[in-house]
């Protein structure tokens, strides 16, 4: 705005002013106060019809000869409220959207308004996080890890993670859809170049190249189809990165620890979707049934490089103990699995899954309690998987009816089932037309909850499942536990997460 050529006074007067500083030669010599050349407000006058306000003559501000303008001690003030404050937050987001980043041209081009993307992440902080699938902690402490990490994106990392937050918000809030997509294709650039960036990989910076994968993770997993089993394929770049880097060795309540036991919650997972995936594109021909995992399929297990973690706390016990279990199976038709010292393991490992303390976790709120039933169902689950999979077809099934009836007329008649491998498990269970019943109207209860995720994959595997025990149930055929469920599994187009 151009300053002012005339004082107040003059144009009063309707004469010509001299612009003499500090105060006009004419308002001098007509012995008038001059009342300076300020940008002052306008109050509207009582009989201007023009204006939608009337009031009171603005006052004059007074000029003193030498020195700045002193405002009357009447004069009104003008608030700025919280939308007002949200309207310059919009415009200022406008600018920034145009700004080109030096050390990432290509991801500057944002089709997307700065609004819209916060929009996305209020939507993430209120509801999408409520779909990441957790053990051990509630989903707003992954959240609040998340958005800690995203929100000081002054790195390509962060920058990574912003954009994987955002994508995740959109496939959850409108399904699949473009915009979603080409979320993802930005968080993917931008993780690409951070990897590529020479700089030093600091642990913060670590952690953001961890948060990201396992949201492009939990983006896939999300998808009805869950995508292209890319889920797997984040789930280890994550692996690989903690084992690259000191993550492994931060403190269990800290942000980076949270997201670790993340991690290694659905690292575990993974191995249990593995040791049934029989496709060649993630095992050699040799490696069909009784074959030691591929070299390249073996990756280390978190559960074993974290000194950090509490040795009594149960969730970590009973995935420490799910992971060993995957790694320790054999198929029951392998001589070596009549081996003495592979049956003492086997029976090491029940042992131990008896033993786990579930009555560390103290019930002192609601969340506590649900941590302590999610780990009670994992307990019984794990026992009942380790016992089946383990179990020659020539031998008399384990006698597991008063643990199943246990399950049967209590979790799976009232509760919904957001982990789906306890879900998997007690379902190859379900012998009887009543059980089977109870689980799908557990299955439909679940997918009623806007909070988990499709089931419609794992109810497709029960179904199957349900249908393969019923044909060799009057075969000649001896088909063991293992083999139907890695079958079934196997039958996929896409490794599924049982997460």
Not at 123 to 130: G, N, Q, R, V
Not at 134 to 153: E, I, N
Not at 221 to 242: C, K, N, R, V, Y
Not at 352 to 370: E, N
Request: hydrophobic share 40%; with cysteine.
């Amino acid at each position: 705005m151009k300053a002012r050529k005339g004082c107040w006074t003059c144009a009063a007067r309707k004469i010509q002013c001299d612009g003499g500083l500090p105060t006009c030669k004419k308002c001098a010599r007509a012995q008038r106060e001059c009342q300076g050349y300020q940008l002052r407000l306008s109050w509207p006058k009582d009989n201007d019809k023009k204006r939608a306000l009337t009031g009171k003559n603005a006052p004059p501000m007074k000029v003193s000869p030498s020195g700045p303008s002193q405002r009357l001690t009447d004069l009104c003030l003008i608030n700025t409220t919280f939308q007002d404050m949200e309207i310059y937050g919009y415009l200022s987001g406008q600018m920034h959207r145009h700004r080109q980043f030096t050390y990432l041209p290509s991801l500057s081009k944002q089709p997307q308004q700065w609004a819209q993307h916060m929009d996305l992440v209020h939507y993430f902080h209120s509801f999408a996080h409520l779909s990441l699938v957790t053990f051990g902690q509630s989903t707003s402490q992954v959240r609040d890890a998340l958005l800690s990490m995203a929100l000081a994106h002054d790195t390509v990392s962060g920058l990574a993670l912003f954009y994987a937050i955002l994508a995740f918000s959109s496939l959850h809030r409108y399904g699949a859809n473009l915009q979603a997509v080409q979320l993802k294709i930005q968080a993917l650039q931008s993780l690409s170049a951070s990897v590529a960036d020479s700089a030093p990989l600091i642990s913060a910076k670590a952690a953001q190249h961890v948060a990201t994968s396992m949201l492009l993770g939990a983006f896939e997993i999300l998808q009805p189809s869950e995508g292209s089993g890319e889920w797997l394929w984040h789930t280890w770049g994550a692996m690989d990165m903690i084992q690259a880097t000191q993550l492994k060795d931060q403190p269990y309540e800290s942000d980076a620890g949270r997201l670790l036991s993340w991690v290694q919650y659905h690292e575990t997972l993974s191995r249990f979707a593995v040791h049934h995936w029989r496709h060649k594109s993630l095992a050699p021909k040799a490696s069909i049934l009784n074959s030691p995992k591929p070299q390249h399929l073996q990756s280390p297990s978190l559960t074993r490089y974290r000194p950090n973690l509490p040795s009594v706390n149960p969730t970590f016990a009973i995935l420490n103990l799910l992971s060993e279990i995957c790694d320790t199976l054999l198929d029951p038709q392998d001589p070596r699995s009549q081996n003495e010292e592979y049956q003492s393991r086997l029976k090491d490992l029940e042992r131990r899954i008896g033993t786990v303390p579930t009555g560390s976790l103290s019930a002192r709120s609601p969340a506590d309690s649900d941590a302590m039933f999610v780990v009670s169902l994992y307990q019984m689950a794990t026992k009942i998987y380790l016992m089946r999979a383990s179990q020659s077809p020539w031998e008399p099934p384990a006698n597991l009816e008063s643990l199943v009836d246990a399950a049967f007329s209590g979790v799976v008649q009232s509760c919904n089932c957001e982990h789906f491998f306890p879900l998997l498990i007690l379902a190859c269970e379900a012998h009887k037309d009543e059980q089977r019943v109870a689980i799908m109207n557990l299955c439909e209860r679940t997918q009623r909850d806007a909070r988990i995720r499709s089931i419609e994959g794992v109810k497709n595997t029960i179904q199957s499942i349900w249908v393969q025990q019923d044909l060799y149930r009057d075969s000649d055929v001896l088909v063991d536990y293992l083999g139907i469920m890695s079958a079934v599994i196997s039958s996929n187009d896409t490794v599924p997460s049982f997460a």
